[in-house]
Structure formats: structure tokens, C-alpha cells
């Protein structure tokens, strides 16, 4: 009997450990470890249409990730997206930084693509990035160029 209670024991200590294995790849996989709070600073910019943009999207600056989409909402003034990001306190960006949705790989996912400027201040926490791009959306594109050989 015993030797059965040690097998049961063994067996159940593999899958207790390949259950954290599991998680651990997959917090890995989703980068949910992502940005702490305590590192990061959060700043807004606003965008005529966010196109497939959520929520986690990375936020890049010459192809590295410095941060990640925190929140998108509509202004309901102007009716405009009003994303907030929050970024790496290691990259300090300059205030006229400007900030594109662009798009990885043909029909990939959307992120947020940064272009420092060349001002000597910095933005901070609350700060608005005025330079923006929207998404590039491919149904309005196409029926731009299918209505242009109609005519």
C-alpha cells in the first residue's frame, strides 16, 4: 500500500508542477508580467479611429517595446479615442513625441508605434501626445480605390 501512496504522491507532484510550468508559460506567452506600476507613467493621446487597438497592445519606439496600451475611451466632447498608455520611466520621451497606430504584417495586430521628437522637455505623468496618426483602416482604403476605377 505504501508503495502505491508514494506513486499517487509522485504523480501528483508532476502535474502540481506542470500546472505551474503551464502558467508560467503562458503569463510569459501573454506577457501579463508586463509594465509594474510603480515603473511606468501613464500618458494620453488622442485619435480620430483606433481601428483594432485593445487594450495590452504594445506600445514600440524603434521596434522595442517601451510600454503598453493601459485604457481606450471616447471622448464624449469631441468623439474621439482617447488612449492611455503606460510607458517605461527608463525611456524618457521628449514632448513632441509623436505617436502612430500602425499595424504588424499585413492583417496583424494593431500596436502603437512612438517617434521621438527633439525638444529638451519631457513628458510626465498625465501628459498628452498632440502628434498623432489614427489606423490605417483597410475596408476604407479598398473602397477608396474601387469608387477611383468607377470613375
Known amino acids: ?44 493621446a488622442r485619435f480620430q479611429n483606433v481601428g483594432g487597438l485593445y487594450v495590452r497592445a504594445p506600445v514600440t519606439m524603434a521596434g522595442v517595446r517601451v510600454g503598453r496600451v493601459s485604457a481606450i ?12 498608455m503606460a510607458l517605461d520611466r527608463r525611456y524618457p520621451l521628449p514632448t513632441d513625441t509623436s505617436a502612430s497606430i500602425l499595424t504588424a504584417g499585413i492583417v496583424g495586430e ?3 508605434g512612438l517617434e521621438p521628437g527633439g525638444m529638451d522637455e519631457y513628458l510626465n505623468e498625465g501628459s498628452e501626445i498632440v502628434l498623432t496618426q489614427s489606423a490605417l483602416v483597410l475596408e476604407r482604403l479598398i473602397g477608396r480605390f474601387l469608387t477611383s476605377l468607377n470613375e
Open 1 to 44: 500500500m505504501s508503495g502505491s501512496r508514494k506513486l499517487e504522491f509522485t504523480v501528483g507532484l508532476f502535474v502540481a508542477i506542470a500546472l505551474l510550468a503551464f502558467f508560467v508559460l503562458a503569463m510569459r506567452v501573454s506577457d501579463m508580467s508586463g509594465l509594474a506600476e510603480g515603473d511606468s507613467y501613464t500618458v494620453q
Open 73 to 84: 475611451e471616447l471622448d464624449p466632447d469631441t468623439f474621439e479615442a482617447v488612449v492611455s
Open 110 to 112: 494593431q500596436y502603437i
